[in-house]
C-alpha cells in the first residue's frame, strides 16, 4: 500500500472510530468469524449469520446481514443502479476491521461488534444493536446523534423534522386529512439526515420506522420479513445526496409537455354533454386547459356497484370514441380513471374468475371481500397473466384515443392479511403493489408503444416509482386551510425522496367547503407545483369556469402564468429526469448548515432561480419571508430587492402570492398560448436579473417536441444556454444552442428583458452592430428584441451609464 493511501486511512480511522466509541455497541454476542474481502465486496461471517458489504458508486455503500437460517435474496425492488467499480482498500488489525470504497468509509470493530460509516472523514452514522430479532419483527438499530434532523419515511404531514415519530411503513388513504397525517399513501422506507446521508431499507415488507420516538438516539427499522438490506448515501451537498439516490434506485423519465399544462378535473364528470360543456366554457372564457380527466362515472352510472367494468358506460358515453377525437382536435388529452378492484356485481367477475386473474385465498379461489364501493376481488398484479389481462384493457381504451391514465386506489386501499398473491402474501407485497401496477403500464408502452411518453397518475408507490413514470398526488387532502398547509411539506419531503412530481388536488378535494380566497391561493401555490390539477367532489365546482367572477379572474391568471413559465417548468422537468433534482427544494437546500431552515417548509425553491411563499392563511396582510444567504432577490412582480441572509416582511397581494427571482437569474417564459399543442421555443421571453453583485451567471432552456420518449437521448433536442459577464461600465450576454442531430435548427425571435438596469444604457450592439433597445426608467428594465439565426450565437453587449 502507498503511503497516502496509508494516511488516508488513518485519517478516516480516526474520524470513524471517534463515532463508533461514543455510540452503544451493537449486540455483544455477536462475534467475527472469518472476514474475506472479494473484488466487488466485503463479507464478514459471524456466529449467527453474515454480513455483505458492497459499494454501488464511491458515494454509495450497501450493507446486507444474513441470519444463518437464511439465504440471501439479492433481488431488490427498490434499486436499479449496476455496481460500479470502485477504488477499495481494506485493513484488518486483531481489534477492527477498515474497508474504504471511494469516499464512504466503514470502520468495524470487532468486540464488541460494531460497524460505522463516515464520508471523506466525516463521521455519519453506526449500528447500533444491528440485526435483532423480536416476537413481532425483526429489526435493524442505528445510532443517532442528539442534534440531527430526520427527513423521509414517504408521505407524511408531521413537520419537516421527522425525528420523533413512529411510522407505519404500510401505504395507506387517509381521507380528509389536514395539517397533521401519520400515515399516507407513501410509506417509504427511506431516511435523510441533516448530517447530509440517506439511509434506504431495502425491503418491500411492511413494517415501521421507527425516528427516535423514544427519545434515546435510535432509528430502527422493523419489518414481519425480507431482506436485511439497506444503503448509506452520501454527498457533498443535498442536491449530491438526491441525485445519488435517484442514480440508485432510477431517475424519472419525461413525461408529455401537456403534463404542464392545466386539467378540467372532478369527481366527476357524469356523461358526454357535461364533459363537452365543461371544456366548451374553458374555450369561452379563454382559460387555457390541456386534459380532462374521467373520474369513476365513465364506467357506471353509480359510485357503487360498478367498478372493475373498465368500458365506457354506454348510455352516459355512446360515442366514446368521437368524443375523444373530438377532444384531441382541441388539443385535450383524455385521462382515464382505473382501478385494481373487480366488484362482483361488475360486468367482468366472471371473466377474471375464468381467467385467474384476482388474488386468492390459501386454497387457490379468488378472495372476495366488502369495502365502500361493494364486494370485490382484487387484481393480482404479480401474476403474468393478469399483467397481460390488465394492459389489455389499457391497449383498447388507447386505441380509442385514450392519452392517460390514472391509478386510484392503488395501496391497495383495502388489502386484507390473508390474501395471496402469485409471489407473496398481501403483507410482503401491499408496499409494492402501486409500484408494480407502475411498472405494468410503463412496461406495456415500452413494449407496445416505445415512441409515447406515457402519463401515470397514480396515488401510491414505493422507493424507485420515479423511474416508471408514476405521478403522485397527495391523496383526500380535506378543502380547507388545514389542508393547504401541509401540502407544501409533503411535496418537498417526496421530492426528495425522488419522487419530484408529487402535488396536491388544487383547491382541495374533501368537503362542500365554498371558500373563494382559499380556491384562489390554493390555485396560485399550484402555479409552483410540479402539476396544476384542480380536483374535488362535485358539490364545490373545482373547475375555475364554474367559480363566481373575482375568483375566475384570479384562477385565469394563476393558470394563464403558469403557461408563461412553461420553458422553465418543462426545463427543470429536464433536469429532474438526468440528474434526479426535485422542482420543490427546501431552503436549507441553499443553507445547509442553518439549523433554522430545517423544519421551513412554508417557503421554498421552485428550481434554482425562484423563492415561493404560499399563502395559507385566510386574509393575510403581510409575510415574513426569509431569503437565502449568498445572493439577492427580485421581487418576480415589482422588482422590489431583497438582501440574502435576512427575514423580510412583505406585503400580500390578492392576486398573488409572493414570488421571488434569485440575483443573475435567467428566466425563459412564454407567449400566452390556450394549449401546450401551441407552445414554441422558436418565440420566448427571456429575462435576466442583473445586479453588480453577480459577475458571472449562466442559465439553460431544454426543448424537445414534448411527445417522443427518450427524446434527450435520441438527439431530437434542442439546449439553449445563457450566459452573463458583467462588471461597472458593461453587462454581456450571449447566447447559444446545442441541437441534437435529431433536431432541427431554428431561427429565432427572443424578447429580452433585462431587470435592475438603473440608467438607460449608452448603447446596446448585437453580434458588434448597434441594435434597437427601450428602457423603461420606471420599471429600470431594458427590452432588447434579439432576432437570433440558427447555427449561430448571439452576442450581446450592453454599455452601461457611470
Partial sequence: MRKTSIVKLNVFAVAILSLATTAHAQNSVRTIVAVSKQADHLEIKTNDGRYILKPYSDKIIETSFIPASEKFNPASHAVVLLPARVKTSFKETASSIQYIAGDISVSITKSPLQIAYAYKGKPLLSEKNGYSKTADAEVLEFNLDASEALYGGGARALGMNRRGNRLPLYNKAHYGYEERSEQMNFAMPLVFSSKMYGLHFDNAAIGQLDLDSKKNNVLAYETISGRKTYQVIAGDNWADIVSNYTSLTGRQPLPPRWTFGNFASRFGYHNEAEARSILDKFRAEKIPVDAIIFDLYWFGKDIKGTMGNLEFDKDSFPNPKGMIADFAQQGIKTVLITEPFILTTSKKWQEVVDKNILATDKQGKPYTYDFYFGNTGLIDIFNPPAQDWFWAIYKDLKSMGVAGWWGDLGEPEVHPSALQHKTGSADELHNIYGHNWARLIADGYKKDYPNQRPFILMRSGYSGSQRLGMI???????????????????????????????????????????????????????????????????????????????????????????????????????????????????????????????????????????????????????????????????????????????????????????????????????????????????????????????????????????????????????????????????????????????????????????????????????????????????????????????????????????
Fill in 472 to 802: 403522485p398526488w397527495s391523496g383526500d387532502v380535506n378543502r380547507t386551510w388545514g389542508g393547504l398547509r401541509s401540502q407544501p411539506e409533503i411535496a418537498l419531503q417526496m421530492g426528495m425522496q425522488g419522487m419530484a412530481y408529487m402535488h396536491s388536488d388544487l383547491g382541495g378535494f374533501a368537503g362542500a367547503n365554498l371558500d373563494d380566497e382559499l380556491y384562489a391561493r390554493w390555485l396560485q401555490y399550484g402555479v409552483f407545483q410540479p402539476v396544476f390539477r384542480p380536483h374535488a367532489q362535485e358539490e364545490v365546482a373545482s373547475e375555475p369556469v364554474l367559480r363566481e367572477a373575482k375568483t375566475k379572474a384570479l384562477a385565469k391568471a394563476a393558470i394563464e402564468l403558469r403557461y408563461r413559465m412553461l420553458p422553465y417548468n418543462y426545463t427543470l422537468a429536464f433536469e429532474n429526469n438526468q440528474h434526479g433534482l426535485p422542482f420543490m427544494r427546501p431552503l436549507f437546500y441553499a443553507e445547509p448548515q442553518n439549523q433554522k431552515l430545517q423544519t421551513v417548509a412554508d417557503t421554498y425553491l421552485w428550481g434554482d432561480s425562484f423563492l415561493v411563499h404560499p399563502v395559507m392563511k385566510a386574509g393575510e396582510k403581510e409575510a415574513n419571508v426569509y431569503f437565502p444567504a449568498g445572493s439577492t432577490w427580485f421581487d418576480f412582480y415589482t422588482d422590489q430587492q431583497h438582501q440574502g441572509g435576512a427575514t423580510d416582511t412583505v406585503s400580500v397581494e390578492q392576486d398573488h402570492i409572493p414570488v421571488f427571482v434569485r440575483a443573475g437569474a435567467f428566466i425563459p417564459m412564454s407567449p400566452l398560448v390556450q394549449n401546450t399543442r401551441d407552445y414554441s421555443a422558436k418565440k420566448l421571453e427571456l429575462h435576466y436579473y442583473h445586479d453588480a453583485s453577480v459577475k458571472k451567471s449562466a442559465g439553460k432552456l431544454y426543448d424537445d417536441d414534448g411527445e417522443t420518449a427518450n427524446a434527450y437521448e435520441k438527439e431530437a433536442y434542442t439546449l439553449i444556454y445563457f450566459h452573463s459577464q458583467a462588471n461597472t461600465a458593461e453587462l454581456k450576454i450571449s447566447l447559444r444552442t446545442e441541437t441534437g442531430k435529431s433536431a432541427e435548427a431554428v431561427d429565432r425571435a427572443i424578447a429580452l428583458h433585462i431587470h435592475n438596469i438603473a440608467s438607460k444604457p449608452v448603447s446596446v450592439s448585437l453580434q458588434g452592430k448597434a441594435t434597437p433597445f427601450s428602457w423603461d426608467e420606471a420599471k429600470k428594465q431594458l427590452l432588447i428584441d434579439v432576432h437570433w439565426l440558427k447555427n449561430s450565437k448571439a452576442e450581446l453587449s450592453i454599455k452601461l451609464s457611470k
